[in-house]
């Protein structure tokens, strides 16, 4: 399912949103610069789960070392269609996120969404000496907090790859539930075809990312009708 566009105009310029697809265009660009050097520069800053989860491999890299890749390799792609289907995601959804939460709130909590989908990774594939990039991960917490913040908003999608249509407009938790059901679907499934494999697309890290947003904007919603409907020194907490 490819959303092409939804019914929710942003009442601010994304700056946020627009500045996270510049960059992964720019890395992309560095990426392309690298030649051969590429792979050692993704071992290096993308999400090895061994060098987390295997105390020997662990060792040889300091604390920094170790940190540098969660937020590295969500600016990491793995060719044209992975960064544009990516960013394609990012903007359609997430505007209207960041237009909710205000924008440094969506640049931590974009940034949180992807280092909670590459700790559920680890966590699911913890012999795997590939490296993990990509913004999926951080994209679906974007995708989870629309769905909790615009759950009746309209999303026009199409499905590959029948790019000229038909052409479907369904509500946004109807597409966002969906997609999620897919991403475990097929998560659940690599786990009993190929536990701990090595390579394809990181589902759990989209099922982390998915539920971490859908849960942080769901105490968000609920903090914000609550201000709505009381005054400050009424507040519950």
Known sequence: MLPLRDNIPSR???IVTVTLIALNVVAFVWELSLGRRLQDALLLLGIVPVRYTV?????LFSWPEQLWPFLTSMFLHGGWTHLLGNMWTLWIFGD?????LGHLRFLVFYLCGGVAAALLHIFTNATSPVPTIGASGAIAAVMGGYFRLYPH???????PPFFLGPYFVVPAVVFLGWWF??????????LLSQPDAAGGIAWWAHIGGFVFGAMLCSVIKVKQFYRRHYQDDEMPW
């Not at 105390?55 to 060792?59: F, H, K, Q, T, V």
């Not at 908003?153 to 499905?159: F, G, K, L, S």
């Not at 059901?181 to 690599?190: A, D, K, M, W």
């Open 12 to 14: 601010r310029f994304p």
């Open 55 to 59: 105390s020997e491999i662990a060792d």
């Open 96 to 100: 209207n996120v960041e237009d909710r």
């Open 153 to 159: 908003a309209r999303v026009e999608m199409v499905i």
């Open 181 to 190: 059901i897919l991403q475990f679907f097929n998560g659940t499934l690599s």
